[in-house]
């Protein structure tokens, strides 16, 4: 059955209108543009398979700050799980490096930030229609993209389609702006909501080295007084590596005897650098589906504030026009700046890769002792003396990791 959220209700929902936008995906990235373009007067309607917003939570709900969040939305202390003081990072299991980060990050209670920006979305006179599979984008005889398709086969014409539909993107493809992720491009992960007092002091902590996680890395995100969110992510897929569930198991079998398991979620999360362009026609890409995670660390909640922000205000900009070429060019252009960043963590990343653990505790070390001055939570952030840090920390890796590759190429 097809429905609607309505003022807060949900009930049956005909698909007959024509809209300024639709927007597939009611997530953070969908949700946010299509509150925003619903507050300046277009006429939205939002498609999502899930039968409720914000649920499942596929993600490890640590963002940054109030002070980042209240860019975007008025922060409701509701939405808060707790405040985050700091990173912990654990090499093998041994304290390796601590920075505090007072008031720089928040953990979410995500469900809730999502059915916020949901019910504000709807009173400015936004659609949002659930467990609604969108199956196809409906096109005109010169193939033109008048708007999508349902699984019970409505039409649902759009002047606009914006695809906020998560890592595997169907209307990226459908458009012909991404292709499917490959193996190495993904982040596959799985994470417990658990009752435990195990690393619960508010920092966040993660786990490298191999005798703990092979290729990736675990966390033990603080959550309430009395649970965490722990979880291993590895950066991509092997048909005969270990899955990360095997993994964290093994890790809570050996620190967190006793701990209580009240939830298990698995998600992944793009790796890969987000394309150029963004758009294809009146078809356009946000979030996940348009690769803007950060392709080290995995986070994408500020990504998709960011991406829909940006998106949203580059249309209203330019006005109402039956050609969207100038306002989507205008967005790529603007985040075309985060992607040099982008490429700056990937390149992190696989130097990561290449490093063995007495490398990794050498970096790690080295970075303590650099470890200084104000952290900024932009998930795309660089100031001139951190890039500098960053090279000095990973020339020596990326000289292997570089004449490596010239030896494999050549």
């Not at 398979?49 to 596929?58: A, T, W, Y």
């Not at 649902?156 to 595997?168: F, K, P, W, Y």
């Not at 649970?227 to 291993?232: F, T, W």
Request: hydrophobic share 45%; net charge positive.
């Amino acid at each position: 059955m097809t429905v609607e959220i309505v003022s807060g209700f949900v009930r049956s929902a005909p698909l007959t209108m024509k809209y300024d936008a639709i927007i597939v995906g009611a997530s953070i990235a969908g949700l946010y543009a299509g509150k925003k373009l619903a507050e300046n007067g277009w006429s939205v309607a939002l498609f999502d398979r899930r039968k409720e917003i914000g649920l499942p939570v596929r993600c490890g709900e640590a963002t940054g700050s109030r002070e980042e969040l209240s860019r975007f939305v008025t922060v409701d202390e509701d939405w808060i799980a707790c405040d985050v003081k700091g990173l912990k990072v654990h090499c093998n299991g041994e304290p390796a490096l601590a920075v505090d980060m007072p008031r720089r990050a928040v953990m979410l209670h995500r469900d809730r930030f999502e059915k916020a920006i949901a019910r504000a979305a709807v009173a400015a006179g936004a659609r949002i229609v659930l467990h609604t599979p969108v199956t196809g984008l409906r096109r005109g005889k010169g193939g033109e993209v008048l708007g999508i398709v349902t699984e019970r086969g409505d039409a649902v014409e759009g002047a606009l389609i914006i695809g906020a539909d998560g890592c595997e993107s169907k209307v990226g493809r459908w458009a012909g702006i991404t292709d499917s992720l490959g193996p190495h491009d993904a982040f596959s992960s799985v994470q417990y909501r658990m009752k435990s007092d195990f690393c619960n002091d508010g920092f966040l902590h993660f786990f490298l080295g191999s005798r703990v996680i092979p290729k990736g890395y675990i966390w033990i995100f603080p959550k309430t007084r009395e649970h965490v969110l722990a979880g291993a992510g590895l950066y991509g897929w092997l048909p005969d590596a270990e899955r990360a569930s095997a993994v964290l198991d093994r890790f809570i079998e050996k620190n967190m005897p006793g701990s209580t398991i009240e939830q298990r979620i698995t998600g992944c999360v793009p790796l890969a650098i987000c394309p150029q362009p963004l758009f294809r026609e009146n078809v356009v890409l946000i979030g996940d589906a348009a690769r803007q995670a950060n392709p080290l660390t995995a986070g994408g909640i500020m990504n998709s504030l960011e991406a829909a922000d940006c998106l949203a205000s580059e249309l209203l900009g330019h006005g109402f026009e039956k050609q969207y070429r100038r306002p989507l060019m205008a967005y790529c252009r603007k985040w075309s700046k985060q992607r040099f960043n982008q490429k700056v963590f990937s390149v992190v990343k696989e130097i990561y890769l290449t490093l063995t653990d007495k490398q990794i505790a050498r970096l790690v070390g080295k970075a303590r002792k650099t470890a200084v001055g104000r952290i900024n939570s932009n998930p795309f952030f660089f100031t001139i003396p951190l890039l500098i840090r960053l090279f000095a920390l990973l020339a020596p890796a990326a000289c292997r990791y570089y004449l490596r590759r010239m030896r494999v190429t050549f």
